[in-house]
Structure formats: structure tokens, C-alpha cells
């Protein structure tokens, strides 16, 4: 049974920082892939982040240079570290992990990422 939680969300100020956390037990694959996005109101959930077993990230262009991606393969827990927040980062922010086997046809393709954890709110103002 694989689950993810998140949590770190809050309210911050613009330009300041926060870190999520995201916990991930049951899922003990060699080779994976993990992500974060998020959805704010009105609009579509979007792909921000990702990291694989490897060490690899890549990145949406609205986050680069200030999201960072990371994980912790002792404490099985992935990070989002959040800095020159805007107010439009506003939104709530989800881990996923994939199904490994299921081809990537987009690096931010949700089809491929089956576990999903309940989100958390982070709001800029």
C-alpha cells in the first residue's frame, strides 16, 4: 500500500521561503520517479518538479532557479525547497510518485504517475 503525505504548506509573504515535505512509505521500487505539482484555483494541475532514483531533476520553467527538488532516501522523503515565492505560486501543491514501467511521453505526464498524496496549501500574499 504506497502512500504520500505532504506537508510545510502555509502562508508566507512574497520572496520569502518554505519547504514541503513529502513522506513516502510502501513504495519500495529500485527505479522511480517522483514529483511534485500543483493546481490553484481555476486552473489545470501542472507539473513542477521531478527527481528519479538518480538523482535527476528537471524542472517547469515557472520554478526554475527558485524550487528546488531534492530526497532522502534514509528518512524515504522527498523535499520541495521554495525560495522568491510569488504571489502566483499560490496553490495546492501535491507529491506523486509513478508506476514504474509506465513510459513518460512528457516529463510531467500524470498518466505515468500513479500514487498521489492529499496536498497541501501554500499561499503567497
Known amino acids: 500500500h504506497v502512500q504520500l503525505v505532504e506537508s510545510g504548506g502555509g502562508s508566507v509573504q512574497a520572496g520569502g521561503s518554505l519547504r514541503l515535505s513529502c513522506a513516502v512509505s510502501?513504495?519500495?521500487?529500485?527505479?522511480?520517479?517522483i514529483g511534485w505539482f500543483r493546481q490553484s484555483p481555476g486552473n489545470e494541475r501542472e507539473g513542477i518538479a521531478r527527481i528519479n532514483n538518480g538523482g535527476t531533476t528537471s524542472y517547469a520553467d515557472s520554478v526554475k532557479g527558485r524550487f528546488t527538488i531534492s530526497k532522502d532516501n534514509t528518512r524515504n522523503t522527498m523535499y520541495l525547497q521554495m525560495n522568491s515565492l510569488k504571489p502566483e505560486d499560490t496553490a495546492m501543491y501535491y507529491c506523486?510518485?509513478?508506476?514504474?514501467?509506465?513510459?513518460?511521453?512528457?516529463?510531467?505526464?500524470?498518466?505515468?504517475?500513479?500514487?498521489w498524496g492529499q496536498g497541501t496549501q501554500v499561499t503567497v500574499s
Open positions: 510502501g513504495y519500495t521500487y529500485s527505479s522511480y520517479c
Open positions: 506523486a510518485a509513478d508506476e514504474p514501467g509506465v513510459p513518460f511521453l512528457a516529463p510531467f505526464d500524470e498518466a505515468a504517475f500513479a500514487y
